[in-house]
């Protein structure tokens, strides 16, 4: 990936000693069974992002000014296990040097490796789980870290809520917690279902957006597009109330499949990753210091690791 700064931003934005927000590029597409070509997302991403205006009309700020360090992008790909395992490890040490960590995939098993840090960092974990698909199958094609099993983990470790649901197999419905979660077909007739998702969630969240969940009529360029999903200031508005009314601790966002011949996708990602900045950092001055509040003193043995990790 050629871009030496997220969107372009002047250096002294991009600094990691002195930006709140960390952005790690994670070019995976090892497991998809469909169309191929989530591993280009990040590039098309940062492609798209650098020709985006950072000038925010709704907020009337510029969330870059916060600092955002692009990380070296995670490439690793000899096997899904040692990718989830580079992730974990990338995710977990930035969010020890106190930042915001948000990652860019890449196919949505990546999400294995950052729930799993977010899970071991923050007290209470609530994983806000937004997709056209379910993505609860304890293994898939002879491996738990495949795409199809992106927070089958989640299920058994965090407060899993998952919103737009729209596509599962029969399997999956013998995990799903069907309490905490809200299926497309329901929401597009529920007007209050903003405020019960809400209602659900903890304190402390993690936002995996699968970038499917998106009507395909927005955001065609995506490994398994579905009919009936998301549309842009619902979106919006949903996450701008998730941010001001909880404590996002971090997101990341997956499943750009880029195609050359339709790039509004790309400018799609890109745009909401903004967004999403945009609210996290909303009436906070560009000198102020930030806090992640990770939990320093949480230690012992992942259940999902076999070595001893000291955290």
């Given amino acids: 990936m050629s871009t030496k700064t997220y969107a372009g931003i002047p250096q002294k934005y991009a600094a ?39 000038y925010d009309i709704e907020t009337q700020t510029e969330v870059y000014k916060q600092g955002v360090y ?51 960092c923050f007290d209470n974990l609530t994983v806000l ?34 919103i737009g649901i729209r596509s599962m197999d029969i399997a999956e419905t013998r995990v799903m917690d069907e309490e905490k979660v ?17 209602e659900a969630l903890g304190d402390n969240v993690f936002i995996t957006f699968d970038l499917d969940a998106f009507d395909p009529s927005i955001l065609p360029s995506t490994g398994t ?10 979106t919006l508005d949903f996450l701008k109330q998730v941010f001001e009314e909880r404590n996002v601790v ?30 996290k950092f909303a009436g906070t001055e560009e000198g102020d210091e930030y806090e992640n509040n990770f939990n320093e003193t949480k230690k012992g043995v992942s259940k999902f690791n076999t070595e001893e990790d000291e955290y």
Wanted: hydrophobic share 40%; glycine share 6%; aromatic share 12%.
């Fill in 70 to 120: 692009l990380a070296d992008a995670i490439t690793e790909n000899s096997t899904p296990e040692a990718m989830v395992s580079e992730v974990h490890k990338a995710t977990k040490d930035y969010i020890k040097r106190n930042k915001f960590v948000t990652i860019f995939g890449g196919e949505h098993s990546i999400s294995i490796g950052t729930i799993r840090a977010f899970n071991e």
């Fill in 250 to 279: 971090g997101f990341d966002i997956v499943e750009l499949c880029p195609n050359e011949n339709e790039r509004a996708s790309d400018f799609v990602a890109a745009k909401l990753y903004y967004k999403m900045l945009t609210y």
């Fill in 182 to 198: 809200f299926f497309a077909h329901d929401m597009a007739k529920d007007e209050y279902w903003m405020d019960k998702v809400i």
């Fill in 16 to 54: 990691l000693e002195t930006s709140k927000i960390v952005l790690i590029p994670v070019p995976y597409d090892g497991t998809s069974t469909w169309q191929k070509g989530a591993d280009k997302g990040p590039e098309a991403f940062l492609d798209a992002s650098e020709n985006m205006e950072l």
């Fill in 129 to 162: 789980h937004i997709d056209a698909h379910a993505d609860l199958r304890k293994d898939f094609h002879g491996s738990t870290c495949n795409h199809a099993c992106a927070v089958y983990e989640a299920s058994q470790t965090t407060n899993l809520i998952q």
């Fill in 225 to 234: 597009p579905e009919p009936g999903g998301l549309f842009w200031y619902e």
